[in-house]
């Protein structure tokens, strides 16, 4: 076991990204909904792949859960990434990118390919995903650190964890070991098409289960049943403790033992937003573990998401991450 106890113990999908700059009329021609994450196989990334054979795609480490990780492990807080790759080439980067951030590596290599995600970026800054989830679904609840989950002050998960019944059933395990050792649970709820797919469950889950909450508008409207953030918002202040719910270029709303506190936007320019979520997981979260208090930690959640929407990829460099400790966290 790492000699290293985490402050946060998390579960995700190691994924590679492929970043492809694509316009619109490629997404209308491939017939793909855009903003969204599709779950595709090896055959359909492929199509996609040879369709943009003439452009230059950027490979990076990625993953929803690693990336919000990696970066709280940047900002100086102890975190650790629990998941499966596979014994290739993509795998070995996971590893090395695990060390370069500090995080702590939970992750386990298995037989089969490392998993990876097609991000097609169009000039709006939206980002569409196509993901072969490989190795990642046969994450199972024997791959759980089950002594370090005990000793994590907060159990961190995704959505995105309820594609297969073997990581399902990992996540309901982790579930049982956090309550029992008083772990705060915080769930991000991911993607609209996970929320699709499993409303009741999230619903009950997040009512039972959870501590902290991260949602958009969209994700809260099928929740809940309504596009009024005021009455989605206004439901989940009466199930859930603390919430960072994204607002896009409204800014955020905290949700805080039934209080509402709504946080602006800066004036920025967006040019891709890859990424966005799972900074503003990384800093909420972040500033929980430090001591702050929900609105602190909606402010540089928020701050987070802006700066990362500003250029390229879904993760800073670990540069800006020791410049991120010492001008956002005082104590």
């Known amino acids: 076991m790492n000699s290293i106890i985490p402050i946060i113990y998390g579960i995700g999908n190691p994924l590679i990204d492929v970043v492809i700059s694509a316009k619109d009329d490629d997404i209308n021609a491939l017939g793909i909904e855009k903003g969204v994450m599709h779950l595709v196989d090896e055959i359909r990334q492929k199509e996609i792949l040879d369709y943009f054979k003439g452009s230059t795609p950027v490979y990076r480490p990625g993953g929803s859960a690693p990336n919000t990780l990696l970066a709280c492990a940047g900002l100086g807080v102890p975190a650790l990434i629990a998941g499966k790759i596979g ?158 719910v994204k607002l896009g270029k409204k800014g955020s709303l905290v949700l805080d033992r039934g209080k509402k506190m709504l946080l602006l936007p800066r004036p920025i320019t967006a040019t891709d937003s890859t990424g966005a979520g799972d900074m503003y997981a990384a800093g909420f979260l972040t500033a929980l573990s430090k001591g702050y208090d929900a609105r602190r930690a ?33 104590f």
Not at 184 to 202: C, G, L, T, W
Request: net charge negative; charged share 25%; proline share 2%.
């Open 87 to 244: 014994k290739d080439q993509f795998g070995d980067v996971y590893i090395q990118q695990a060390k370069q951030y500090g995080v702590i590596s939970g992750l386990v290599q298995g037989d089969g390919v490392t998993g990876s995600s097609i991000i097609l970026v169009t000039p709006d800054g939206e980002r569409t995903m196509n993901t072969h989830l490989g190795m990642c679904r046969e994450f199972s609840k024997e791959d759980i650190d089950q002594e370090q989950l005990a000793r994590a002050k907060f159990f961190y998960f995704t959505g995105y964890m309820w594609d297969t019944q073997s990581q399902k059933l990992a996540i309901q395990t982790a579930l049982a070991i956090a309550h029992e050792h008083d772990t705060q649970i915080v769930f991000d709820v991911a993607d609209p098409f996970a929320v699709n797919r499993n409303k009741d469950e999230f619903l009950e889950m997040i009512q039972n289960d959870v501590d902290v909450v991260f949602a958009n508008e969209s994700e809260l409207s099928i929740l809940f049943g309504t596009d009024d953030y005021q009455v989605s918002t206004d439901q989940l202040c009466r199930i859930i403790d603390k919430a960072g």
């Open 298 to 330: 909606g402010e540089i959640g928020g701050y987070l998401a802006e700066e990362i929407i500003q250029g390229p990829g879904a993760q800073f460099a670990v540069t800006k991450m020791e410049e991120f400790q010492s001008t956002l966290f005082l």
